[in-house]
């Protein structure tokens, strides 16, 4: 049903967006509808991390938990997810990165999903690419990297001065 490709030249690192995107316990500061998210399962191999993670998405008194299998690239090449369980008869999305410069980046994103309950799909395609679009053109997740980059300078400067 909804399916989004979207690409867009950021004033972040690569490696800085891949590290925001692979930081699933923070999502619901970021993403629209989420209300908590955890790593259930990691795995890694040579090439890839690969996890089981839980997003409980919602709106108002409407709450599901969706499952999904998330590989990420130890290059920070990609990261892939795929429904494993809940309110979806599908859903795969995808991030790519690509450096561009030192300071800036290029990140591709696509998403395809259903939702297995009808109401749900129907709003969904709705006020999908309206929703989309504000979490993108808002710079949702530019605000949170700086935000995100500002918790990590307080956090290890909190480290710092606790030692000294």
């Known amino acids: 049903m909804p399916k989004q490709n979207e690409e867009k030249i950021v004033s972040f ?5 891949f590290d925001l995107v692979a930081d699933i316990d923070n999502y619901s500061e970021f993403l ?4 908590k998210s955890s790593i259930i399962k990691q ?7 690969n996890l089981i993670a839980d997003l409980e998405i919602g709106y108002g008194q409407i709450i599901y938990t969706y499952r999904s299998n998330v590989t990420m690239d130890k290059n920070k090449n990609y990261i892939k997810v795929n429904h494993l369980e809940g309110p ?12 561009i410069s030192k300071t800036s980046s290029k990140i591709i ?23 989309f679009q504000k979490m993108w053109v808002d710079h949702t997740m ?5 935000n995100h ?3 990590r300078k307080r956090q290890k400067s909190s480290l710092a001065s606790g030692v000294i």
Not at 13 to 17: I, S, V
Not at 88 to 98: D, I, M, Q, R
Not at 109 to 131: C, H, P, Q, Y
């Open 109 to 131: 994103f696509s998403i395809d999903f259903e939702f297995n309950i009808m109401i749900f799909d129907i709003l969904i395609t709705k006020f999908f690419d309206k929703a």
């Open 32 to 35: 629209p509808w989420c209300n």
């Open 149 to 151: 980059q500002d918790r």
């Open 43 to 49: 795995e890694s191999n040579d090439d890839t991390f």
């Open 88 to 99: 979806f008869n599908y859903l795969e999305n995808e991030w790519k990165f690509e450096e």
């Open 13 to 17: 690192t690569k490696d800085q967006m």
């Open 142 to 146: 530019e605000l949170y990297c700086i």
